[in-house]
């Protein structure tokens, strides 16, 4: 009896694959590495401004890639959606993605915030700034990322693990900027600073600040969006450090066509529908980022924090500087 | 195929099995090992430099430690258990395996919930200024792994125990052992392939580790090669570290093969079960409140917590969603259980008809799936079944068709994927029921005139039915709780249980991902409690034994 509800299930199994894989023209294949909670109402949204259904699958950047190296002229997949910089610049070097020539899209979307020749563009963007305690730290005693480096902030700072892709960009943007010399300076700074072991999550870090562990950290800022929307006496606020040089670091979540696209001009029709307001304030609204398009308005948890000069440095050096980053983290024992 | 067992022909049906297995198992390693023609000598410096030398010390410490906690909880539950009655003990017999189903990641995440710097219990005794030591260690992933795998030790040993003759432990009491004697110097060394086998499976979990080790910051070689694919944007060197894993691993299990050859593990005719010993009153007690406490702090207040955040923050994401995730998953486990554990029976039986030192190599790089990291051993079939669908492909365009890909995407792959994964899960237990059927019984029965298949059918199988059940049932466990395959090769909308959980804390939000995570504990409770009534029923297993 047994065996054969194993043999049944077993059936029914290699009968649903092959009609799940006939799909609609007028279906869209995304791969996306932002989650299903973030890009579902994405999608929906998108279905019913255009009517254009949209199947996709959920995995790892790095997994994507790969997965889309591999299948090469099979893939199912038309476009690739990821978080981080680095991760859009590895997908354009792996030769996964294609151009988009679209004017629209290259109106709305500042320079630095794609790709030199549109492989990949930004739809959504994010601080990795500094978060200081609200009572602790006083807003004028940080000036610059470079501060935390001060023996003053001993035992007072804490950092999300090296391994986080938000660190590695926000390092390579600084050897960008700065130089890896110096770059290496600040960074080891930091590590003399730890007040405790790096976390392995952005959120453990910005609860250390509110428990007293520590007193500055650093984090993408949509966390604190999360955290505040939560409990609006949460007692940690972001600074915006180097507003007189090179600007906050961020960073983006982006989309590109993929290189084997079935049907690029869906793929077309969905980057440019990213960029229109009704798309930008998903984002904005709901996972507390802020948009790319200007005139867009932002979250009122986000709206309180103020506006700050963002950096200038092409996203770009975020993937072209990633390895030299890590191996400086690892250099300066940065866990 | 009526030929006698004994005789060792050439070649034969079991050859051919054996050598598609094996060829199975190795398309994935052939991507890894077709690494090594591009070597980084950049990633490489940087690696052996900075990283290798932590990371081979940290994986050393931390193999060590869970291996000996999980030993000790293992094997000592199960001596515990079974020589001796204590209040509970029938209750304990089969709760013990349940932590089997709790996924080593969300146990961690638990821990840290409470004990990290900013956990719940270390804020609470630090206003009454007690200071709690940093858990975020190696240690603390020990401990946390050690009570996520430590069923496997405990399984297998138990089964051991259960099924090891009376007499022998007689025999050494007759001989003026004491009870606590007999069982280091009689129940373990006959147990000792068992436990090896459960210990071996611990082993490669933490090897091929890498949610539990992220979390509490142990820099082990699966965090180097993940540093290596996604950091340093050098798969190939991440492949390399892997490849050396997996070898080190073979060497390790051959060399424990090579040491038992010498003895011989035949059970000698007629077998009573062991009666276990009533215990006085406080050692008793004693016993009991060691299995509550086992049972609570790896099962009991880990499922409380997650069940306090699924009601506080998970509840409206419980939706009708949720039955597809569910069966998805029941599908998946069932399905990959049923296929790993066919393949596994025709190795071990390829293993008993050939016991040839190829044959156990063989056999050893076929199981290996084990302890390579998932999202290595993902990439490597995703390469595979690539490679297939570009050949069909091209082949439809030679006919002037356009034929869809085979493989990609489909559950036929994701199941392949998983057979190669859990292979080695499947087959300890078939091979070491296996070995307990002796020839002397195939003689037998041939000599009555039964062919090949009616020995199989009438007394192979009888015989082997509790351990193909307790291998099925550990398949569908580890696939309930499968993530990088499982993402990687499910087809569009094949949302499981495991892959809600990705999506959760993926995004951070590891309290919401209490609900899937109470799910999937929940769905593997269940063949886990079907696994220790089934398995380790002092009665079903030696009933069955009669027949020789």
Redesign the interface.
Known sequence: MQRRTFLTALTAALIAAPVSATVAAETLTVYTSRNEQLIQPVFDAFTKATGITVRFTTDKDGALIERLKAEGENTPADVLITVDAGNLWLAKRSGVLQPLTSDVVLQKIPAHLRDADNHWFGVSLRARTVMRHVERVRADEIARYEDLADPKWKGRLCLRTSKNVYNQSLVATMIADLGEAKTEAIVKGWVANLATLPFPNDTAVLEAIAQGICDVGITNTYYLGRLVAKDPQFPVVPVWPNQQDRGVHVNVSGVGVTKHAKHPELAKRFIEWLVTSDAQKIFAEQNHEYPVVEGTPVSPVVARWGTFQASQTPLSKAGELQRAAVQLMDRAGWR | MTGTPTGVPRFTFWHVVVAGLVALAAAPLVAIVASFRAIDSD?WH?LTT??LPTQLLETAQLLLVVLLLAFGLGVGLAWLTTAYRFPGVALFRWALLLPLAMPAYVLGFVY?AWF???GSVT?LLRRWDIPLP?V?TLWGAAWVLALALYPYVYLAARVAFVTTSARALEVGQALGLTRRQAFWRVAVPLARPAIVAGCALVAFEVLADFGVV????V?TLS?GI??A?????S?PTAMQIAALLAFLAILALLFEQWARKRARFTTTGRSQPLAPTRLASLPAWSATLVCTVVLAVALLLPVAQLGVWAWTLGRDALTSRYWHFFANSL??G??G???TVLLAVLLAYAQRLDGRPLMHTAVRIATVGYALPG?VL??GV??VT??V??AW?ALGRGFGAQW??LL?????AM?IAYAIRFLVVAFGPVQSALGRVTTRMDEAAHSLGETQYGVLRRIHLPLLRPALFAAAALVFIDILKEL?IT??T??????TLA?RI???T?????EEAALPALAVTLAGTVPAWFLAKEVTHPTSAHTRETPC
């Open positions: 990633v940087h900075y990283l840290l990290d710097v900013t804020l940093q975020r992220a979390l509490f910051g820099e965090v993940y540093k694919w996604y950091a340093l944007f798969l599908l998946l069932g399905s259980a049923f296929v999202a993902a990439v995703v390469a690539s490679a669908d570009h492909v869809a890909p990609g995407g489909t559950v036929v199941l990088p993402l990687m499910r087809p569009f909308g094949w949302e892959t990705f999506e959760l993926n995004d951070g939000r590891w």
